[in-house]
Nanobody
Framework: QVQLVESGGGLVQTGGSLRLSCAAS????????MGWYRQAPGKQRELVAV???????NYADSAKGRFTISRDNAKNTVYLQMNSLKPEDTAVYYC???????????????WGQGTQVTVSS
C-alpha cells in the first residue's frame, strides 16, 4: 500500500500565496508521474499540474504563470507553489501519484485525502 499525505492548505486573501506539499510513503519502487488536481463544490475534479519523474511539466491554463509544480524524487514528494491566488482557486486540492511497488510491476494510481484551499475576496 501507498499513502499520500498532503499539507499546506488553508485560508488566504486574494493575491496571496500558498505552498502545498505531498509526501508518498509505503510500498514504492519508483514513482512515475505526480500531480495536483482540484475539485470545487459542484464541479468535477480537474487537473492543475503534473510532473514526470524526468521533470516534464504540464499545467492547466488556469495555473500557467501563477503556479509552479516541482518534486524531490529522493523524498517522493511533490510541491505546488501557488501565487496570485484568486477566489476561483478555492477548492479541495488532491495529490496524485503513479507508483510501481516493485521492479517490473504495473503502475498503480494513488490519491491523497485532499487539502482545502480557500481564497477570500
Amino acid at each position: 500500500q501507498v499513502q499520500l499525505v498532503e499539507s499546506g492548505g488553508g485560508l488566504v486573501q486574494t493575491g496571496g500565496s500558498l505552498r502545498l506539499s505531498c509526501a508518498a510513503s509505503g510500498s514504492i519502487f519508483v514513482i512515475n508521474g505526480m500531480g495536483w488536481y482540484r475539485q470545487a463544490p459542484g464541479k468535477q475534479r480537474e487537473l492543475v499540474a503534473v510532473i514526470t519523474r524526468g521533470g516534464i511539466i504540464n499545467y492547466a491554463d488556469s495555473a500557467k504563470g501563477r503556479f509552479t509544480i516541482s518534486r524531490d524524487n529522493a523524498k517522493n514528494t511533490v510541491y505546488l507553489q501557488m501565487n496570485s491566488l484568486k477566489p476561483e482557486d478555492t477548492a479541495v486540492y488532491y495529490c496524485n501519484a503513479e507508483v510501481a511497488p516493485t521492479y517490473n510491476s504495473r503502475w498503480y494510481d494513488y490519491w491523497g485525502q485532499g487539502t482545502q484551499v480557500t481564497v477570500s475576496s
